[in-house]
């Protein structure tokens, strides 16, 4: 471990399927100390406290500040998560943990924060427009959706060298088809489910929900299998290609819904692994095909996020701002 030569601020991420955890240093032009990073798998703990605990006791520091960022509805002292039966009180985790100060924020507000922190190397473009970057000279806007064990949605707004990330369970929106291989998809899925939401089809459990409904006698039985599959089994690589369509489709609504006009980032764990067909299939052409708003889609830049912990960047980032201290900005 190396010494944490500004104030440490312990950090978490805390999603359906894993938890990370690493340190902060409110000090340091890159905040998010990498060799603190840990993973765990949810499932593994019947507590996050606990988990949080043997964190703490491995890396052998203590902090005194946290910045927890989690998946679920953050409205209260309680978070309630989407994806997994946690239920998180700041004030319980700051007793437990031996905290003076927790901020406690929505996944994908936290996310939103890791933009300016992002180099050249964490992103790559999809579409032929370059992105945008940080200017503190103006006011921008910026769409974040990620596709991983849920659909997860966010905003930054940048104004006057102010950064506000916008906490938003956007992905709970109601699923909308374009086309009527969608619409029998949505026909599939409504005795199941009654209202189908976007995350219904936009996620890890979504692809498999989105293959069933266009391929019902199919086999395949977890997402890692039906993307695995895409490259020689033309079922798979057909739901593989209409779900990145569809993912273009929403992603474009939501540049629209936030006006952000300075570019839609693509986070989530299924990013990644779908990129090229993100790059070479429909989901360009989806993000554009907004009627009378074609043309000011056609500007916005997307961009794939490939920094292996956008989440805790992002809440290293809001751990920086809360400490009174400036980001230093590596997108501009």
């Known amino acids: 471990m190396q010494r944490v030569p500004g104030e440490p601020v312990l950090l978490a991420d805390v999603g359906g399927t894993h938890v990370r955890f690493a340190l902060g240093d409110t000090a340091a032009a890159a905040p998010l100390l990498l060799d603190s990073i840990r993973r765990h798998r949810v499932a593994e703990w019947s507590a996050f406290s606990d988990c949080a605990r043997a964190y703490l006791g491995e890396v052998g520091v203590h902090p005194r500040r946290g910045v927890f960022a989690v998946a679920g509805p953050v409205t209260g002292d309680e978070v309630r998560m989407t994806n997994h039966p946690w239920v998180l009180s700041r004030t319980h985790l700051r007793t ?25 190397a964490d992103v790559r473009t999809i579409g032929g427009l370059a992105a945008t970057g940080i200017d503190l000279g103006r006011r921008q806007t910026f769409a974040v959706i990620g596709p991983g064990t849920g659909l997860g949605v966010g905003a930054l707004l940048v104004d006057g060298g102010r950064f506000v990330g916008l906490h938003s369970e956007g992905g709970h929106v109601g699923f909308a088809p374009g086309d009527e291989v969608e619409v029998s998809v949505l026909n599939r899925l409504m005795p199941r489910f009654g209202r189908v939401s976007a995350e219904r089809l ?55 819904a936030y006006g952000a006009w300075d570019g839609v980032y693509l986070a989530g764990g299924l990013t990644p692994r779908l990129l090229e067909t993100l790059s070479g299939g429909a989901f360009r052409a989806r993000f554009e095909a907004k009627g009378r708003y074609a043309d000011v889609l056609a500007r916005v830049p997307t961009i794939a996020i490939l920094h292996a912990e956008p989440g805790l960047l992002g809440a290293a980032a809001l751990a920086v701002l809360d400490a009174g201290c400036s980001l230093q900005v590596r997108s501009a």
């Open 96 to 120: 437990e943990l031996g905290l003076d100060a927790l901020q406690v924020v929505n996944d994908f507000a936290a996310m939103s924060h890791c933009l300016p922190l992002l180099a050249p």
């Open 202 to 256: 936009l996620c890890g459990s979504g692809l498999l929900n989105l293959h069933h409904a266009l391929h019902p006698q199919a086999s395949e039985d977890t997402p890692e299998r039906i993307t695995a599959a895409a490259a020689t089994d033309p079922a798979c690589r057909e739901t593989v290609e209409r779900f990145c369509a569809m993912l273009g489709s929403i992603a474009g609504d939501f540049a629209l």
